[in-house]
């Protein structure tokens, strides 16, 4: 069976002031009628239906959260009118390895080593199909006991996502995509490196979707990181079930160390492999995911996933332009014109306005950093 795994406990800073430390930006709907989190259960409809020849049993999704999210989690899936979710409640934020070493344990929990689906609650893909059959391959490979991947072509040299090198194709029966052996992962290179992977070619973009047996993840976490694994185990022993909150003694929790799972494992996996070809290893494949994937990290890449009027505006609510363009301008409690000016961000709510420019847009975060600095 297939579980997919939603982690959605990030914060969203670079999308204030629409995004809250309260109300972060996986619980909006930033593109469409859904929240991003309903939009990414919403994608794998269809998955089973398509994809027959893989047999893939699809359980309800498990989310791992922070705590203060549990009411907007749990009404965004009634919302959607279908199965409930198990939702694991974190007490504080452990980063994505803790994260997936919990749900990793909940969904072994009964005996079944399920494959996960990892999904960050926060990405936007525009060919949700070609999405699902990449999805059904990666299926096919971690049954087999791999750590499947998708590899973005990158467009710039970002330095906020990892970099995986494709090696050689990797021999598979029947998939629809490609599939690579994963040569080398490097999760958030400097802007040098970053520049020389992109010049290079050969590189892709990690999407931070991941996919592998539950046991397979637990097995990697227990040989690179001991002492999240002992923590997490630790944490998992005492958790108690509240209808479908799993909720974590805190002091338990919180001794957990943070790191993500790209850091703690990823890297690890093919660094460790490079080094000595650990022969039990399991082995990492890239399917390159060629599906207009975006992580809508910053207001510019909202931009660039929403629809654009001739002029290239994105407006949303009470917004009026002349004169202007490539801008995007969010209203919400009153009217906002923009005139003459371009490549502007302009987010107004009832309590605070955003100005800035697509070029400045990663640097949101000092905004919140602020905020946080005067509390
Ligand atoms: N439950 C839980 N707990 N979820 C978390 C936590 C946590 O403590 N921290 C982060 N998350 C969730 C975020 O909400 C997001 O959906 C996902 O895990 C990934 O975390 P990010 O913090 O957004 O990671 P990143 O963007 O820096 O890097 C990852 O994603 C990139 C692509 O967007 C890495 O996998 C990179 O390699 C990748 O390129
Ligand atoms: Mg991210």
Known sequence: SLQPVILSGGSGTRLWPLSRQAYPKQFLPLTGDYTMLQETVRRLDGLAEEHPREAIALLDPLVVCNESHRFLVAEQFRGLGRGAARIVLEPCGRNTAPALTLAA???????????????????????????????????????????????????????????????????????????????????????????????????????????????????????????????????????????????????????????????SVMERLSGTRQAGGVEELPVAVVVPLDVGWSDVGAWSALWEVREQDAAGNVLDGDAFVHDAADNLIVAQSRMVAAVGVSNLIVVETPDAVLVTTKDAAQEVKAVTQFLHSEQ
Request: with cysteine; net charge negative; charged share 20%.
């Open 105 to 263: 344990q909940v969904a072994t929990e009964s005996g079944e080593d399920p494959v996960l689906l990892v999904m960050p609650a926060d990405h936007t893909i525009r060919d949700e199909a070609a999405f699902r059959t990449a999805v059904a391959d990666a299926c096919v490979l971690a049954r087999e006991g791999a750590v499947v991947t998708f590899g973005i072509v990158p467009s710039k040299p970002e330095t906020g996502y990892g970099y995986i090198r494709q090696g050689a194709a990797y021999p598979a029966a029947e998939l629809s995509n490609a599939a690579f052996v994963l040569d080398e992962f490097v999760e958030k290179p400097d802007a040098s490196t970053a520049e020389v992977y992109v010049a290079n070619g050969g590189y892709a973009w990690n999407s931070g979707i991941f996919v592998l047996k539950a046991s397979v993840w637990l097995d990697l976490i227990e040989r690179f990181r001991p002492d999240i694994a002992g923590a997490i185990r630790n944490a998992f022993a005492s958790a108690t079930l509240d209808g479908d909150f799993l909720r974590l003694d805190t002091g338990l929790f919180e001794a957990c160390p943070s790191d993500s799972i790209d850091y």
